[in-house]
């Protein structure tokens, strides 16, 4: 079965005036505020932000008031992209099931020689990744839980009875995923056949949020991070357990790893650290 990765073509979780309103949250800045400090009339900031429409002078503007990067956000704006085009890497693929307007990712990692796999979060309908593994023939060892919302994780009973004995792996402070998963920290690795999975603790988008970097491809590749909903594809996920947390999670954690490091976001499309380094509006702002 041939099998096109969709996380590959997926549009940007996040638009430029989608940034502005993230932006907006963490200051906890209203419209009104954001008026007085940009001198933008605050009927035209509400326009901006419904309809998506700034001039390039004004979303600079907003963007330089907020303290976001002004070049990436208009790179942004103007239909910038990141990531491969294809995987270099043999033993990734993502998958993206609906869930509102939008849609979630979740991926396997295996190791072809091998014949076992490790699942990434469940997403909203599993059914995708359990044929793609049956269809290969992929048994599961692990599965890996970036973070508990239910958009993520909502099928994992489904995985479950069909790989009974993989352990699922998650984070402190998200227990109420299984009663009989694994709560796991820093440091602790897995190993998917030749490929290690290394648990990185990142919390911000909720207190036990982890990341999942899988490393050790014959080739030699760098690897892949699986984020969750830690940062996106020119943007960062919502900071709903704390934003300075997040924020060090992202720079002192995973923007420390080789640069060509792959990014498997749980919305949007892969990137690379190098590339968010470069392209992420809200990487190395002054929110
Ligand atoms: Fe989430």
Redesign the pocket.
Known sequence: MDYVDVVLRLPLEDGACDILKKALDIKRWSTSALSSASGVEWARIERILAMGDPTPEELAGLAGTLGLRIEPLLAIQAGWRPGPRTLPWLGICGFATPFLDWTVNSFVVWDPDEGTAGVVDTGTDASPMLEFLEARGLGVSHIFLT?G?S??VSRLQAVRERYPNAEVWHGVEEQVLCTDGRVVRAGMEAAIGRIRVRVLETPG??PGSLTFWASGWPEESAGVAFV??LVFAGSI??P?HSYELLQQSLHEGILRLPGETLLGC?HGPYTTVAEELEGNPVVNALL
Do not use: A, L, N
Request: no cysteine; proline share 0%.
């Open positions: 973070h919302h958009d993520h988008h909720t969750g909903d996920g919502r709903s749980g």
